[in-house]
């Protein structure tokens, strides 16, 4: 039973930083389940969604921690949203450099010489060969 104001005002914050921090855990699904269906609407949208559910968190981890505290629990589960956070950034940069090494497969010569706007070739007629 909770007995002291300062056990009860524990207990409000903890209630209070529960409703952001459920938010950013639901939106970090969201976003891994678009990802996994590779939707770019979905991602974006996700990804959205994702930024103002961690911004809205921050706001009240912050306001809490300057307010007495914040209970261990919850601050492990930030930590651990975090992390997630981190990683799907980090899935999203290897997808994104596998793109990018896929276009400059089926693309090699994209900006380096191809053909330009006009039809011309961008290449440099002494090709390095001998003429004879």
Do not use: C, K, W
């Not at 981890?61 to 300057?66: D, L, P, Q």
């Not at 007495?68 to 919850?74: E, I, T």
């Not at 799907?88 to 706007?117: F, H, K, M, S």
Request: no cysteine; charged share 20%; glycine share 12%.
């Amino acid at each position: 039973m909770l007995t002291t104001a300062a056990e009860m005002r524990a207990l409000q914050r903890a209630t209070e930083l529960e409703a952001p921090l459920d938010a950013l855990e639901q939106r970090l699904g969201a976003l891994g389940a678009a990802l996994a269906t590779s939707d770019a609407v979905a991602i974006e949208d996700a990804a959205g969604e994702l930024h103002r559910a961690l911004a809205a968190a921050v706001e009240h981890f912050a306001r809490a921690a300057r307010d007495g505290g914040v209970p261990m629990p919850l601050r492990q589960r930030l930590a651990l949203a975090g992390g997630q956070v981190a990683a799907q950034r980090e899935a999203l940069a290897r997808a994104t450099a596998a793109l990018d090494r896929a276009i400059d497969v089926l693309l090699p010569n994209l900006g380096n010489g191809g053909y330009g706007a006009g039809g011309a070739s961008g290449r440099n007629s002494q090709s390095g060969s001998l003429l004879a």
